[in-house]
């Protein structure tokens, strides 16, 4: 299939439209727009413009709703507890993080809990986010069953992903974000629109049996990453983004590609100021030291260097950059023009790009 490479900013253009000619405000749209450009570049392509498509469904059918309102159910100070009122994932975890943020500069730590909330792209757009604030930061969130507990064949469990970020020395950040499946729900969505084959080690069939057609792992099961490790690990991560949030759970949330049903899915961001334990120079210089020791190990069969976590989308984001932008399959490029057309929007022209 023939693909496409648009520059970013043409992309977040076009998004910030497509949203706001679905009532979304300028501001909010742009920061979607931007977090979803984001995964792009970093070639997290599954969380990428991919999904524009998805959340305009949804706020056509008021599944998600457009003016994102939320609601502050407690505040104790060091701890905020959201309803996101059904409002956009990606805008209601913005005003988590800044909310976590600014409670850690005054206590310390900072604890923002959202429920009713919304898909909100990659975590790691705003752990970054966080880390080059000065802050240590960890996001999780639950989202619609994917994945069948160890031992079971039926899907109960969301992929759950969590990040975890970090200040890292000149400026860098170091940074992890992961779902607890052995794949993301959305790297199977974005093999089918390549047209490409999956590994057997990703999904099952509805019938339980392994697949390597895409089509077939979204109907089916995605196997958890390190067996009953990871669905130890997303049981936990539904348990603090929805039970203790007062979200949804298990087979209570739903996906941003149903577009008629309510998310339900909950969010916690914790925040943590490294000035709170009184040595942010020793902080620096341990991350610092961590990332050289693993550079500087001897290098196993088949590696040409060893990556800290977080400098392999680093290098991602450069070289799009340098390209002229983001590569784009076949298939999302045909979903986009159809919103376009939709939206009364106009995609760029190849000569725009």
Known sequence: MQEARIAPPTLRDFGTRVLSSLGVPAEDGALVADSLVHADLWGHQSHGFLRLPWYAARLRSGAMRAVTDPAVLSDTGPLVLLDGRDGIGQVLTERARRLAVERARTHGVGVVGVRNSNHFGTAMYFTRRAARDGLVAVLTTNASPAMAPWGGRE????????????????????VVDIANTAVARGKIYLARNRGAAIP?????????????????????????????????ITFLMDVLSGALTGSAVGTGVHGPYEAGERSGCGHLFLALDPDAFGDRAGYEARVRQLIDEVKAVPLAQGFDEVLYPGELEDRAEAANLAAGGVVLAEQSLSDLRALAAEAGVPFPAEEDR
């Open 200 to 232: 057997e080690t990703w999904a099952l069939t509805a019938d339980g049996a392994p697949t390597t057609d895409p089509a077939e792992g979204v109907l089916g099961v995605i196997l958890p990453m390190a067996g009953h490790k990871g669905y130890a």
């Open 155 to 174: 899907k109960v469990l969301g992929t759950n992903p969590w990040s975890i970020a970090a200040p890292g020395p000149d400026g860098r950040v170091v």
